[in-house]
């Protein structure tokens, strides 16, 4: 009987420990119906996406396209943000996501969510994602991805290569690799160019996935079309960045 009680205290303290480690974290994914097709179809493809791994992973998603939501009395219920096909477009928006970030909260951007025309149109921003979109590929195609630090959790355990399906890619200027801030993740691998038709990417240093380390954040160039979710090299790299930024690894 003494032997039985034990038992169930040690399983009732092992029980609560476990919970106390896996803390739930909470989710609210931005996005928009009224921006580039396919940029649409990612959106509307990430959300059942996430949706499923919420149930795998125990924490909690929501989505929204009201973008007005981006304030502090709704942030402030979540840990981590998305961006899924848009990004904030008013001031008040801007700011809200700006005092969010600064107290430490996540964020993972995909794609567009890293757009801007130049530096001056949110210097902020700018700063937070380290560098400015300068051009881009066009038509949509796959690419090899180098993985620049597999120790990184958000890559961990990831292949040093992988296929990313087909996207439309981004070059950036500044050049990354000068921010000492900025940790790169990902590269477009040297064999892919040139990568394009009617916009080409010539070559050089093009990094697809980073963070800056002064944030809780994760900016990745993958978010264009209906084929982005079907490697499941890639998927697991989503899956570990958002664990990642909900303090889950
Ligand atoms: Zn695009």
Redesign the pocket.
Known sequence: MIRHVRLVCCLIFFGLAGVAQAKPFRVLAFYSMHV?Q??VDFAMQAIPFFQEMAKRDHFDFQATSNWDDMNPTALKKYQVVMWLDEFPSTPAQRKAFEEYMEHGAGWMGF??AGWTENRAVWPWFSDFLGTVFVG?SWP?LPATLTVNDTTHPAVKGLPARFVSPD??WYSWQPTLRSNPNIKVLMTLASSNFPLGFKDTLGGGDVPVTWTNTKYKMLYTNM???SKILNSATQNLFFEKALLWLGGQS
């Open positions: 580039e396919d940029h794609h567009i881009n949509p996207n439309e978010g264009h079309g």
